[in-house]
């Protein structure tokens, strides 16, 4: 696996006219690197100034260019609403995904001190209990 930290400020090969097509350009770049080697590439990027406060980031979120998310084989965004944030909760949510299904949402704990995320699951009694199954 690769760990690209922060793809948004590569340098790309090529300049363009607007930053967003060479933003295209540096994110297919990866996605043909990752099938040549055959290897997973992760990457990050920021949400859109029109997501601040948005308790669910989607496809339409993503900052600068949205090809990014249809160039991916899976996009997954990181919500957190103030509540959550004190209750020291979050939720990932699979907004596009060609190898499974998309609209999961993953509901977790968040321990920053430790740099520990985990799913958090609700036992029959509807308690809430941590744990590593199946998403909800």
């Not at 990027?45 to 084989?73: C, H, T, Y």
């Not at 968040?110 to 009694?125: C, G, L, Y």
Request: net charge negative; with cysteine.
């Amino acid at each position: 696996m690769i760990l690209v930290d922060y793809a948004d400020l590569l340098k790309p090969k090529a300049r363009r006219e607007d930053r967003r097509f060479e933003l295209t350009d540096l994110y297919e770049n990866l996605r043909g690197l990752a099938g040549e080697l055959q290897i997973p590439i992760w990457t990050a990027s920021q949400s859109n100034r029109m997501s601040v406060g948005s308790r669910v980031l989607g496809i339409d979120s993503v900052a600068e260019d949205f090809n990014k998310v249809a160039i991916a084989d899976i996009a997954i965004t990181v919500n957190q609403t103030r509540e959550e944030i004190i209750g020291h909760r979050l939720r990932y949510i699979v907004v596009g995904s060609r190898i499974g299904e998309s609209n999961v949402v993953v509901e977790c704990s968040a321990d920053w001190k430790t740099s520990s995320v985990i799913e958090v699951q609700e036992d029959f009694n509807g308690r809430h209990t941590n744990g590593t199954g199946p998403a909800h």
